[in-house]
């Protein structure tokens, strides 16, 4: 039986397995430098079953380690060791000592040991022995080096057990040939499966099918309009914008320094004939044994090609000694002409989101109206008696209604045109009513609460008036209750009725179809890695979003933990996150420690 494993690295990890006595340890100190000759560089793990111990008594190292120090890391010129105080009541997790590894120091882990685990291996089997074969019960084993007495079937790979060079060569063709496991999102609509189009069906369907169902139904936006640069926030870009100009304009000095010809550079000073400021130029051709004074910015004169920064020169009456010259490398500190944009280069292409870069970007290529896409047009209203207007007396029984005001701004920050319908009584005429009205001024129709399975929710036979519901319920947590369908032409989403489902809603499938319809075609949603800092759980077969905070790690990693109490009301639990925890729906829990995807709220909230 063996336990799941998850290769926590960018490079390939191979173990070796046997049973005690087949002679593992006495096989990788010969591979070893066979594989070394090869120009591979590795990395071993071996598995210890008993108490060891690495250090010598009497050493300051051993003493300290004894002493209570939990690590103890010794380091000289040549090499350099950590001991690590870790007691744990089973075997150590081979997760845990891989992250251990300098990766970008090593082509390969070799793992002696865990034969348990469900990491790629070498099986190891001498038939003298008489014990069973481990590949029987084990589908990850990739070849076995054995004796010739034992019987190997013909799908697996057989390598001669006393055969070093042999087994070597495997090795590296399997260093060579490994290719990461490709990650797999907890959310990805290009590979959803197809959903039961039966608007009635009694099964929710997953988030991905979601989301690809709603991006099928929407069709971007194809007018355009002239837009000042003033007037411009967060909108889409509807042409490609061709530079006109290079960037920059000429070539020019990347600090304050001094100008020459690389051809010149020799113990000999050079003559200082100008000063060259940003905005002017030197006008004549330097001739040989000849510098320029120059300054961030300003125009490298002809016959000039590198800069010597001024705190690495020596000017003396206009005679100019180069420091450190065996250091001076041809072309350094000089910017060339275009080599950011040059001119007849595509600047921006089209289906860019316009922030404050991309404006500056324009700018500085002289443009100061840009073709953008038309606003997308939103229409959102509350629903619910029990909702009352913030400002007003709050009624017994009552809430005061939040969730417009946070769709509401949501969109805005898309570059939305918004229409807010306000709050819409539980009445089935009125609401038809509204959704009719709302889809003639709106590309898409928003509302949130009413579309549970309560008898007072009226959202969907008020839909069934006008349009149709494509789905209505989802496998997520929270949010699961979400009608979407279409009115005529406009899109309509029924989000939830509790503050952070909506939130939650929105971002997962109200965006994406506003970037889709403004003419973000390629846009993805961004999720992130990081390690959670204790265990987090949900239940197989729905998405679940927590709301998380992460941080970034004196480690450099990021890591990420809940904000506590995570009930679909509490609204608190999301001005105090930064992130969204998304645990996909093949996942019930997730270890302490163990990888887990996020999406930063960075892009709207």
């Given amino acids: ?43 071993v793990i071996k598995h210890a079953h008993h108490n060891f111990d690495v250090d010598v008594p ?18 000289s010129h040549v090499r350099w060791a950590l001991m690590t105080e870790d007691p744990v009541d089973d075997d150590p997790q081979l997760q845990h000592l891989l992250r251990q590894i300098e990766a970008d120091k090593v082509d390969i882990v070799l793992v002696e040991g865990f034969k348990k685990l469900a990491l790629p291996k070498i099986e190891l089997h001498r038939a003298a022995h008489n ?126 320094g001094y100008a020459f010809a690389f051809s010149n550079l020799s113990n000999k000073p050079l003559k200082v004939v100008a000063e060259v400021l940003a905005g002017h130029h030197y006008p004549n051709m330097l001739q040989d044994g000849e510098a320029v004074r120059i300054m961030t910015g300003a125009t490298v004169p002809k016959g000039a090609d590198t800069i010597q920064p001024r705190e690495l020169a020596n000017e003396q009456d206009n005679l100019l000694t180069l420091l450190e010259h065996e250091h001076i490398v041809k072309g350094q500190h000089v910017r060339l002409a275009g080599e950011d944009i040059a001119s007849g280069d595509v600047a921006l292409a089209a289906g860019k989101r316009l922030g404050a870069a991309e404006l500056g970007l324009l700018a500085s290529l002289g443009f100061d109206r840009l073709p953008l896409v038309k606003r997308p047009t939103v229409a959102v209203f509350s629903t619910g008696d029990e909702v009352s207007q913030p400002g007003q007396i709050l009624k017994q029984n009552c809430i005061y209604d939040s969730n417009r005001y946070t769709v509401l701004s949501m969109a805005k920050k898309l570059g939305c045109q918004v229409i807010d ?43 069934a008036n006008v349009g149709n519901t494509q789905f209505w319920r989802i496998n997520m947590r929270p949010g699961r209750p979400l009608a979407v369908g279409n009115i005529d032409r406009s899109l309509f989403f ?20 506003i970037r889709k319809l403004a003419g973000e075609l390629h846009w993805q949603p961004q999720f992130i890695p990081a390690i959670a800092q204790h265990a987090l759980r949900s239940k197989t077969g729905r998405t679940e979003f927590l709301r998380g905070i992460y941080t970034i790690g004196s480690d450099g990693r990021i890591k990420v933990s809940t904000t506590g109490a995570q009930g679909s009301g509490m609204l608190s639990s999301m001005v105090s996150a930064n992130c969204l925890i998304v645990i996909g729906d093949d996942t019930a829990t997730i270890p302490a420690g163990e990888s887990v995807f996020i999406q930063p709220f960075a892009d709207l909230l």
Avoid at 227 to 252: C, G, K, M
Wanted: charged share 20%; glycine share 6%; net charge negative.
């Fill in 421 to 463: 319908l306000g709050i819409i009584e539980d009445d089935e005429h009125i609401l038809t009513a509204t959704l009719r009205s709302a889809a003639e001024q709106a590309d898409i129709v928003i509302s949130s609460g009413g579309v549970s399975v309560g008898n007072a929710d009226y959202i969907k036979t008020a839909l």
């Fill in 58 to 75: 009497g050493k300051d190292s051993f003493e300290m380690r004894k002493a209570g120090a939990r690590q103890v890391l010794v380091a």
């Fill in 494 to 513: 029924g989000l939830p009725g509790n503050p952070v489902a909506v939130m939650v809603a929105f971002l997962q499938f109200v965006q994406p179809a």
């Fill in 1 to 43: 039986m063996t336990a799941l494993f998850s290769n926590p690295l960018s490079i390939p990890v191979l173990g070796f397995c046997a049973y005690s006595g087949t002679g593992k340890t006495t096989l990788l100190k010969q591979l070893i430098p066979a594989l070394i000759e090869r120009g591979l560089r590795l990395a």
């Fill in 131 to 256: 014990k069973p074969l481990i590949h029987i019960h084990d589908d990850n084993i990739v070849a076995i080096a054995c004796c010739d007495e034992t019987t190997v079937p013909d799908s697996l790979m057989r390598l001669d057990l006393n055969n070093v060079a042999q087994i070597a060569d495997f090795v590296q063709h399997y260093q060579q040939n490994w290719q990461a496991e490709e990650v797999s999102l907890p959310i990805d609509a290009s590979k959803a499966a197809q959903m039961d189009d039966t608007e009635n069906s009694p099964n929710a369907i997953s988030v991905s099918q979601g989301v690809a169902a709603v991006l099928s139904q929407v069709t971007p936006i194809v007018d355009t309009e002239l837009v000042s640069l003033f007037d411009i926030d967060n909108r889409v870009l509807a042409h490609d914008i061709i530079s006109e100009i290079n960037v920059p304009q000429q070539t020019n000095s990347a600090m304050d």
